[in-house]
T-cell receptor
Framework: GAGVSQSPSNKVTEKGKDVELRCDPISGHTALYWYRQSLGQGLEFLIYFQGNSAPDKSGLPSDRFSAERTGGSVSTLTIQRTQQEDSAVYLC?????????????FGPGTRLTVL | AQTVTQSQPEMSVQEAETVTLSCTYDTSENNYYLFWYKQPPSRQMILVIRQEAYKQQNATENRFSVNFQKAAKSFSLKISDSQLGDTAMYFCAFSRDIYEKLTFGTGTRLTIIP
């Protein structure tokens, strides 16, 4: 596709359930980022993948959060035992080589609501 | 740790007027990168303008320009001849290095009034 896609666009879940959020980056982009945007807050960095390097997980808020990137392309963000404070929009972005002199292209996000 | 502060949660301006959005940041780095992103209701984040700290000249992109004051750690965005399509959330962001993650401010909701 022409841009970054994310699925689902909206997800409602019950507290304690696990959820998986998917990101399809732009083809050929080696860098992939996950961010979280809570109501009234700015974007919070979660995790960063660059090629075959070990991911930068420094932004993950707890061990309930994990992410993987298969084959250097599609990424899945998993939240286990969801809590109400996990409710937010989760944004994925990709860039050609991870250099910020390149634009980060953002997807439309997944709005997660934990009841 | 780096912090980015946007002190104006909301702003509104008449169409065709000029508006300036404020951003301050805190860092001990000498070289770094600053960004303004626009987030319309579609939730896409669109890069508006980028400034490299080692460049003294303020960046300009068409109607968008910045006032970068390195000593004051200030990075404001000026939108000239504002248009209805400029209505969006605007985020200021910082990065220590071109390969580092972005640290965002909390955003300014800008409304352009017809």
């Amino acid at each position: 596709g022409a841009g970054v896609s994310q699925s689902p666009s909206n997800k409602v879940t019950e507290k304690g359930k696990d959820v998986e959020l998917r990101c399809d980056p732009i083809s050929g982009h080696t860098a992939l980022y996950w961010y979280r945007q809570s109501l009234g807050q700015g974007l919070e960095f979660l995790i960063y993948f660059q090629g075959n390097s070990a991911p930068d997980k420094s932004g993950l808020p707890s061990d309930r959060f994990s992410a993987e990137r298969t084959g250097g392309s599609v990424s899945t963000l998993t939240i286990q035992r969801t809590q109400q404070e996990d409710s937010a929009v989760y944004l994925c972005a990709s860039s050609p080589d991870g250099s910020l002199t390149d634009t980060q292209y953002f997807g439309p996000g997944t709005r997660l609501t934990v009841l | 740790a780096q912090t980015v502060t946007q002190s104006q949660p909301e702003m509104s301006v008449q169409e065709a007027e000029t508006v300036t959005l404020s951003c301050t940041y805190d860092t001990s780095e000498n070289n770094y990168y600053l960004f303004w992103y626009k987030q319309p209701p579609s939730r896409q984040m669109i890069l508006v303008i980028r400034q490299e700290a080692y460049k003294q000249q303020n960046a300009t992109e068409n109607r968008f320009s910045v006032n970068f004051q390195k000593a004051a750690k200030s990075f404001s965005l000026k939108i000239s001849d504002s248009q209805l399509g400029d209505t969006a959330m605007y985020f200021c962001a910082f990065s220590r290095d071109i390969y580092e993650k972005l640290t965002f401010g909390t955003g300014t909701r800008l409304t352009i009034i017809p």
